[in-house]
């Protein structure tokens, strides 16, 4: 069994930054590529970000591009996404996703395992 735990949410104003953690526990083996998604009050979730288990491989959200960057670092078995610039837009709840290919794709449905989520405010 794979867990996964985000951290990091909070309230922040419009223009700031907030880093996103997400940890890695039990058969982190089950785990390779990992990916963020969020989710906004009567909204669906969507993809934010994504990287592949060695890091040479990320993707992002064209909404995101150049404000949110995804690393990871495996022998922490710790995933994060940094978040520039953010904007009003941006609240919502993200969650952390990961599964066994070593590709992060953008469709939620590819992906086995969640974390519960971290709520992120942005006040305009």
């Known amino acids: 069994q794979v867990m996964l735990v985000e951290s990091g949410g909070g309230l922040v104003q419009a223009g700031g930054s907030l880093r996103l953690s997400c940890a890695i526990s039990?058969?982190?083996?089950?785990?390779?590529?990992m990916a963020w998604f969020r989710q906004s009050a009567g909204k669906e979730r969507e993809f934010v970000s994504g990287i592949s288990y060695n890091g040479g491989y990320t993707d992002v959200a064209e909404s995101v591009k150049g404000r949110f960057f995804v690393s990871r670092d495996n022998a922490k078995n710790e995933a994060y996404l940094e978040m520039d610039i953010l904007e009003h837009r941006g609240t919502a709840v993200y969650y952390c996703a990961g599964h066994a290919q070593d590709y992060p794709w953008q469709s939620e449905g590819d992906y086995t395992t969640w974390g519960q989520g971290t709520q992120v405010t942005v006040s305009s």
């Open positions: 039990g058969r982190t083996d089950y785990v390779a590529a």
